[in-house]
């Protein structure tokens, strides 16, 4: 076993990683809640790889998501998402974000479940809004009305979602905030697996 080096300090993330008691962390939640960008930040500041299931599913099939999803359908692109997800969490620990639908479905969301702590990023409509229209790489919100999908979603997708682990709210805040946030939530959450 090395020396601890006295002089760092023990910071929040080193905190967070000790709570995770060597598992993964899966972060899920619907588009634009801020799991890419919030996940790569989080597994810095807790020494932990990081790994995006939609830029893995990318790299493997060498293809962009709206390629896949407007070459192979919706159902092929769960079932490599699945067998993705399954990989990567056979391996760890490491923070893991998912994109929006991973967790609904069954398998994937089983695999998840026996694989790692899930972290739900919730957020609300108008949130999840100003951040995704900004972008045009989302298959599933090519509709006539995106606002009002991402709505229906919400509706669909917000029970299932509570399913995770922990929850924590995505606010119109800095990044660094829900960063500390999430971190925050993950000692929490042990203490109180600790006292029950
Ligand atoms: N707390 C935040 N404050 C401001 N912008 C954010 C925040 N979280 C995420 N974003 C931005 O919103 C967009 C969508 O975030 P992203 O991480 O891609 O979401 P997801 O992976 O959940 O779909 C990105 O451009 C990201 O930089
Ligand atoms: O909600 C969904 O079903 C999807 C979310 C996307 O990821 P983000 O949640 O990271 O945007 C991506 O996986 C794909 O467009 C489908
Ligand atoms: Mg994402």
């Given amino acids: 076993m090395s020396i601890p080096d006295l002089a760092k300090p023990v910071t929040l993330g080193d905190r967070a990683r000790a709570a995770l008691h060597g598992r993964n962390l899966i972060l899920v939640g619907l588009m634009g809640a801020g799991k890419s960008a919030i996940g790569r930040i989080i597994a810095q500041q807790m020494s932990l790889p990081f790994i995006d299931t939609d830029a893995e599913i990318e790299r493997v099939s060498r293809m962009t998501i709206p390629e896949l999803f407007a070459t192979y359908g919706e159902e092929e692109f769960r079932a ?19 994109g929006g639908g991973a967790f609904i479905n069954e398998r994937t969301r089983a695999a998840i479940q026996a694989g790692g702590t899930s972290l739900w990023l919730k957020a609300d409509l108008e949130v999840l809004w100003e951040r995704v229209s900004k972008r045009d790489n989302r298959p599933l919100l090519k509709t006539e009305n995106p606002k009002q999908t991402l709505k ?20 119109d805040v ?17 203490k109180e697996g600790a006292s029950s």
């Fill in 80 to 98: 490599l998402e699945t067998r993705v997800i399954e990989r990567l969490l056979r391996g760890g620990p490491r923070v893991v974000s998912t």
């Fill in 152 to 171: 229906n979603l919400m509706d669909l997708r917000y029970p299932i979602y509570e399913k995770a682990d922990i929850t924590v709210q995505s606010r």
């Fill in 174 to 190: 800095r990044k660094e905030q829900v960063a500390g946030d999430v971190l925050s939530a993950i000692l929490s959450a042990a």
